[in-house]
């Protein structure tokens, strides 16, 4: 049997636009006519999908619609998507800070919300005294935040300020605090919002860290909500992926997220300028033309196969006085891991083209989506121009698509020799 403590029933969130509340008195006698005739609320028929980049024809749109989902306890479920996906708003409903237009939350166990940074603090109120207060809202006993504040103290890194007004705390401090109270006074569920992201490198890995403890070893749920997808993967036991305020994929975390990266990725594999007016670059450099070519005999179509070989061709213009260049490139996978880099000092006469390849070889790369992160440096090494998406392409597996089913897993995959001794 499964142990669900937290369960969502068609949930939708309806807004409207321009103005706080319904809007007007006669919305709001319309919605009281039907309501006492047992009608359904009338401007529920109506409302636009939550696009935020298009004008639309209503003033109301669906922020969510129709959201069904469970989980168990446990479990740490990862809510991705794009900006305006509705991630936030699932969250903010989930913790009861707002109610949904229609449908219902079950759960079972206190929930304890890190939504925003600041959320819930008294800013007048001391670092400790925030604590007893965030405790006394999450229904813990003063006995039970006395005998967690030492271990909250010292995991927040705050114990020099702890004494002191959190209004002259930094966002970071804030957030360490505020994730330190939720995580040590053990709810049965821990909804964590993009706020991390505020954190340095070092609470990042310790947040991460110890929400793996307490859902692994404490048996607690966390709803995790990330534009980091590496965190995101290694954190999350199931991912759930929001477009347009509907959940269009959910399962396991790999799988989802590189859907998620694939199809929210602009692929660009060329791009080339017919004069320099209109090109990419500033000041210092130009390129006119850059991409990737399959530069294999055996596959002369636009296809890059893994057992092709690879020219990274890029056209540059040196619009300064330093001819001594150092050209370099990373090579990303979609994910944002680094497969490798490499780079090269040529000489760029001025206000000349100078046309570079690197030969990337075959049966090196594995199928994925890789992004070109590009750089000029000066003979000083000092950066002159650098474009972190310059190119996208897809390495494809064809032995895969016609009859090969294996799947060779990491980043790179190389033609390894094999014998028998």
Known sequence: MKDIILKAENISKQYRLGQVGTGT?????????????GKENPYLKIGDTNDRSTKGESDYVWALQDINFEVERGEVLGIIGKNGAGKSTLLKIL???????TGSIKCRGRIASLLEVGTGFNGEMTGRENIFLNGAILGMTKKEITSKIDEIIEFSGCERYIDTPVKRYSSGMTVR???????FLEPEILVIDEVLAVGDAEFQKKAIGKMQDISRSGGRTVLFVSHNMAAVETLC????????????????????ISKYLQESSFSQSKIEFQNEEFSLGNDNIKIIYAAIENASNENKDDIVDVTSEINFRLKIINKTSNENLLVGYDLLTIKGDVVFGSGKKFVCKSNQITNLVCKIPSDFLNDDLYQIYVYCLSDEMRELYSNKDLLTFEVKDVRRETGYLGKINGIVRPKLEWTIE
């Open 25 to 37: 008195l006669t919305h709001d006698l319309n919605r009281w006519w039907h309501e006492i005739r």
């Open 95 to 101: 913790s009861k800070v707002t109610a949904p237009t």
């Open 177 to 183: 605090l505020a994730f330190a109270v939720a995580a």
């Open 237 to 256: 036991t199931r991912v759930m992926s929001l477009r347009e305020g509907r959940i269009i994929d959910s399962g396991n975390p790999s799988k989802v």
